[in-house]
């Protein structure tokens, strides 16, 4: 009904800019009642509030049908020229195994659903910020439209052209502070929080949704003008698209948070030296000893650190052949929290424990003459390294807890 109605107002604003046939066809009738009157023939009186109108309707008509195929050819190229925008690819920093996925159009959709800033993200460079990429583009529209430019039919379609000009200053703007904030922000304390810093940038992503949504909204209008058939298939196709992705993203989700999971086991101790540590309990969990005082085992306490060092290792390497290969194909939440599990925090807990162990070799090393301050100083490193083991274990165990709560909407 919507596409009915415009269709209709369409063909109306077309019928305004036929003035001209409105001259013509008073000098044609004018002619015929010349003509009639010379060669002494009578028209019906009936019939003469109709001649006028018979005319108009034979010269509006050549007229259109003559001038048709000139519009049509412009429009179709005005369409060509704003799919490309909508269309062109804006990843910077794409994995050569993922295709191209993000433009204005993905974009636009992302921001409707209030998930732009996990889909912008491979399109964000310091070097070459993403407002001047899109200044780019739209320059490369205007250039292709100019020829074009107030001839289009029917008029609507001028006014859209010029809204989506109109609109570019704005939405360039809006782009550049989105890309600056991010890597502000990556510089800064928040850099490794992923979920604090979208918090901390979400007043340029609003401001960046609103132009988004209306910058595409006007392109895609002018699409539907030329093949508004064309414009609702595509349209349908990356519904299907994002849909088939989400699946993908949460599957993958699952995987790597049964794999995080996994660790809270794989990578603590092992069941012997836990049932013979501070601890107590051989069934307990990294989550335990995150929970507890620092941990110390019976008997050869290096060997036991040792022991852990191994087993921290070996479940890295196990957890990561989960999803290897397929990290791409992650939502970024996930991937960034997948990467910071198994590349950044597994391994802050195995240098910690390899500084544990240094600790506990020099204080097997001492000897009885060594100075009381030597001692104390032993003592307070190999305490120190033992909190730090503890943070580290907690660190680690808050990360798990994020990954398996994250919830992938698309």
């Given at each position: 009904?919507?596409?009915?109605?415009?269709?209709?107002?369409?063909?109306?604003?077309?019928?305004?800019n036929?003035?001209?046939?409105?001259?013509?066809t008073?000098?044609?009738?004018?002619?015929?009642?010349?003509?009639?009157?010379?060669?002494?023939?009578a028209l019906p009186?009936?019939?003469?509030?109709?001649?006028?109108?018979?005319?108009?309707?034979?010269?509006?008509?050549?007229?259109?049908?003559?001038?048709?195929?000139?519009?049509?050819?412009?429009?179709?190229?005005?369409?060509?020229?704003?799919?490309?925008?909508?269309?062109?690819e804006?990843?910077v920093?794409?994995?050569?195994?993922?295709?191209?996925?993000?433009?204005?159009?993905?974009?636009?959709?992302?921001?409707?659903?209030?998930d732009?800033?996990?889909?912008?993200?491979?399109?964000?460079?310091?070097?070459?910020?993403?407002?001047?990429?899109?200044?780019?583009?739209?320059?490369?529209?205007?250039?292709?439209?100019?020829?074009?430019?107030g001839?289009?039919?029917?008029?609507?379609?001028?006014?859209?052209?010029?809204?989506?000009?109109?609109?570019?200053?704005?939405?360039?703007?809006a782009a550049?502070?989105?890309?600056?904030?991010?890597f502000?922000?990556?510089?800064?304390?928040?850099?490794?929080?992923?979920?604090?810093?979208?918090?901390?940038?979400?007043?340029?992503?609003?401001?960046?949704?609103?132009?988004?949504?209306?910058?595409?909204a006007?392109?895609?209008?002018?699409?539907?003008?030329?093949?508004?058939?064309?414009?609702?298939?595509?349209?349908?196709?990356?519904?299907?698209?994002?849909?088939?992705?989400?699946t993908?993203?949460?599957?993958?989700?699952?995987?790597?948070?049964?794999?995080?999971?996994?660790?809270?086991?794989?990578?603590?101790?092992?069941?012997?030296?836990?049932?013979?540590?501070?601890?107590?309990?051989?069934?307990?969990?990294?989550?335990?000893?995150?929970?507890?005082?620092?941990?110390?085992?019976?008997?050869?306490?290096?060997?036991?650190?040792?022991?852990?060092i191994?087993?921290?290792?070996?479940?890295?390497?196990?957890?990561?052949?989960t999803?290897?290969?397929?990290?791409?194909?992650?939502h970024?939440?996930?991937?960034?929290?997948?990467?910071?599990?198994?590349a950044?925090?597994?391994?802050s807990?195995?240098?910690?424990?390899?500084?544990?162990?240094?600790?506990?070799?020099?204080?097997?090393?001492?000897?009885?003459n060594d100075?009381?301050?030597?001692?104390e100083?032993?003592?307070?490193?190999?305490?120190?390294a033992?909190?730090?083991?503890?943070?580290?274990?907690?660190?680690?165990?808050?990360?798990i807890?994020?990954?398996?709560?994250?919830q992938?909407?698309?």
């Amino acid at each position: 009904m919507r596409d009915l109605v415009q269709r209709t107002r369409d063909r109306l604003e077309i019928l305004q800019n036929l003035w001209a046939a409105a001259i013509v066809t008073a000098a044609l009738t004018i002619g015929l009642n010349v003509l009639l009157a010379a060669a002494g023939w009578a028209l019906p009186g009936w019939l003469d509030p109709a001649q006028g109108f018979v005319v108009f309707a034979i010269v509006s008509g050549v007229g259109f049908l003559i001038a048709r195929q000139e519009h049509r050819q412009r429009l179709e190229t005005t369409v060509a020229a704003v799919r490309t925008l909508l269309d062109d690819e804006l990843a910077v920093r794409l994995p050569a195994e993922m295709p191209g996925h993000v433009t204005l159009r993905t974009l636009a959709a992302a921001a409707a659903a209030g998930d732009l800033a996990t889909e912008i993200a491979p399109a964000l460079n310091n070097l070459s910020p993403l407002g001047w990429r899109l200044k780019d583009r739209v320059d490369d529209f205007e250039r292709a439209t100019a020829h074009d430019a107030g001839l289009l039919s029917p008029p609507r379609a001028n006014l859209l052209v010029r809204n989506v000009i109109r609109r570019t200053p704005a939405l360039v703007e809006a782009a550049d502070k989105y890309n600056g904030k991010v890597f502000e922000l990556l510089i800064s304390e928040l850099r490794y929080d992923l979920v604090k810093r979208h918090a901390a940038i979400a007043p340029e992503a609003a401001a960046l949704t609103t132009e988004l949504i209306a910058f595409v909204a006007d392109g895609e209008e002018l699409e539907r003008l030329g093949d508004a058939a064309r414009w609702r298939r595509e349209h349908v196709a990356l519904e299907q698209w994002v849909a088939s992705r989400t699946t993908m993203r949460q599957r993958l989700q699952s995987l790597a948070a049964g794999a995080a999971v996994s660790l809270l086991t794989s990578a603590a101790p092992s069941p012997e030296d836990l049932a013979s540590s501070s601890i107590g309990d051989a069934a307990a969990t990294l989550r335990e000893i995150a929970a507890a005082d620092p941990v110390t085992f019976a008997g050869d306490e290096e060997a036991a650190t040792v022991r852990w060092i191994g087993r921290a290792r070996a479940a890295g390497a196990t957890a990561s052949q989960t999803v290897a290969g397929q990290g791409w194909q992650m939502h970024p939440w996930t991937h960034d929290l997948w990467v910071a599990i198994t590349a950044i925090d597994l391994l802050s807990l195995e240098r910690v424990l390899q500084a544990q162990q240094g600790a506990l070799h020099a204080r097997a090393l001492g000897r009885d003459n060594d100075s009381k301050a030597m001692r104390e100083t032993i003592e307070e490193n190999l305490t120190q390294a033992r909190k730090d083991v503890r943070d580290a274990v907690k660190k680690l165990v808050e990360q798990i807890d994020r990954l398996t709560g994250l919830q992938i909407r698309r």
